[in-house]
């Protein structure tokens, strides 16, 4: 988010420190000579609240869809004054998704531009705990740190963007860390942590009106001890934020039920798969031939094609077989078709095997439609001539479609792939129902 601070708890530091050494007031008594040892200001132990719950579960809940986010390394024992690089207003809300359940958060948002609108002020208030807090101007960093010290007092962290802004100036990944974070640091008298945040410029671009799909990576760096000298204190956290922003990142995560179809269908397995599919469901198998591609060939969008050539070939196939027990008066079981289905279909082949180019618009399954045109004793070279080149326009048409969608979705998909088959198998039994419902009429 756009300049914002965010203080989120951690489990305490040894408790060597207290309010008294420093005074139990803010304002007057913050070590700041150069001869008075920095100590912390923490006095009270972390408390659990179940605002900081809901809210950590709520932003995790609501970034999820998108890849989530991916914590790599570990918060230690705070509390801290997190510096946390600035590329995008998803930044905040990927901080506190990140942050452990039992963490409290506080946050502190920038008063010109989270509190000029009902809109943002009501996110700022309502949605992430927020107090306004001048970012420029005489005595602002004295109001931030003075509404900041009881938070801290009671073991919570600070969370900071030194940048100051998304928009800074230089040309360099990360632009110039201003001093506040390392005062906070040195008046507290608590570490700074280094927070490297990857993907979240990707996943809410400048200028987007809707966020993409982009898992981001929260990288914890090591702790960096107070000083009085904030300008090394303030290049040391940059330095490890660059450092750990060249690391190359991981690759986007895959849920396990796909890795586990993947397995299953990959190499001749998959061809044969693909094959049987399609010859069982110009059998009697009541699943369409192009849900295969759907829900087994999105596993590999590699070999889409191949498996959607061999579907078709399984689909010929087993026309072939249907039409030819028709053609000799035994007919297979055909679940889900209806008498209706089967008197339309008679009026598509009424002209020959050309009707079976009818079938790639109609619902009727092709069973019904070998059937009919074995019943109606046609020749079985024309037949198939005819249904291989309906079978394969439906099913480049379907792959295509497939291949088109993969891109804004597959990595969803992938991620998300139990939840997806849910998805399109209940979207496909509705569409069935209805289908057959209309010929049953």
């Not at 179940?50 to 869809?65: F, V």
Request: proline share 6%; hydrophobic share 40%.
């Amino acid at each position: 988010m756009k300049s914002m601070m965010t203080s989120q708890s951690f489990c305490p530091r040894d408790a060597w420190a207290s309010m008294q050494s420093l005074g139990t007031r803010t304002g007057s008594s913050w070590p700041t000579s150069m001869g008075q040892t920095i100590r912390s200001i923490v006095t009270a132990p972390p408390k659990v609240t179940w605002r900081a719950i809901a809210r950590q579960k709520l932003w995790a809940t609501i970034i999820a869809p998108f890849g989530g986010v991916h914590v790599r390394g570990k918060f230690a024992d705070g509390p801290f004054v997190v510096v946390v690089n600035h590329n995008s207003h998803a930044d905040t809300i990927a901080m506190m998704a990140a942050s452990p359940t039992i963490m409290r958060t506080v946050t502190v948002a920038a008063q010109d531009y989270w509190f000029t609108r009902r809109s943002r002020r009501f996110i700022a208030r309502s949605l992430l705990g927020a107090y306004p807090v001048r970012r420029d101007g005489e005595g602002a960093y004295e109001e931030l740190r003075d509404s900041l010290a009881p938070r801290v007092a009671e073991s919570m962290s600070v969370l900071i963007f030194p940048e100051g802004s998304r928009d800074h100036d230089s040309d360099e990944i990360v632009g110039p860390f201003h001093s506040g974070a390392a005062r906070l640091a040195r008046d507290f008298g608590i570490p700074i942590l280094p927070v490297a945040l990857v993907g979240s410029k990707e996943l809410m671009p400048r200028h987007a009106r809707l966020p993409r799909y982009c898992p981001i990576e929260v990288r914890v760096g090591q702790p960096i001890t107070p000083s009085h000298d904030v300008c090394t204190v303030s290049e040391q956290a940059r330095q490890q934020i660059i450092k750990m922003l060249d690391a190359p990142r991981s690759s986007f995560p895959v849920s396990n039920v796909h890795a586990t179809i993947a397995q299953i269908h990959q190499g001749k397995r998959g061809d044969i798969l693909s094959f049987v599919w399609g010859f069982t469901e110009a059998l009697s198998f009541p699943i369409m031939a192009e849900m295969c591609q759907v829900w087994l060939g999105v596993t590999d969008m590699s070999r889409l094609t191949r498996r959607g050539a061999f579907i078709t070939a399984g689909s010929v196939c087993g026309v072939a077989l249907t039409h030819t027990l028709a053609h000799r008066g035994h007919f297979l079981p055909a679940p889900w078709t209806t008498e209706k289905m089967r008197r339309h279909t008679r009026v598509y082949l009424h002209k020959g095997p050309q009707g079976y180019w009818a079938q790639a618009l109609t619902g009727i399954p092709v069973k019904v439609f070998a059937r009919e045109s074995g019943r109606a004793q046609m020749p079985l070279g024309r037949v198939l001539l005819h249904c291989a080149g309906e079978r394969a326009v439906r099913m480049g048409v379907s792959t295509a479609l497939i291949r088109a969608l993969n891109k804004p979705i597959g990595d969803v998909t992938r991620q998300h792939y139990g939840k997806y088959l849910v998805t399109t198998g209940t979207v496909f039994g509705v569409a069935l129902t209805k289908i057959v419902r209309h010929w049953s009429r």
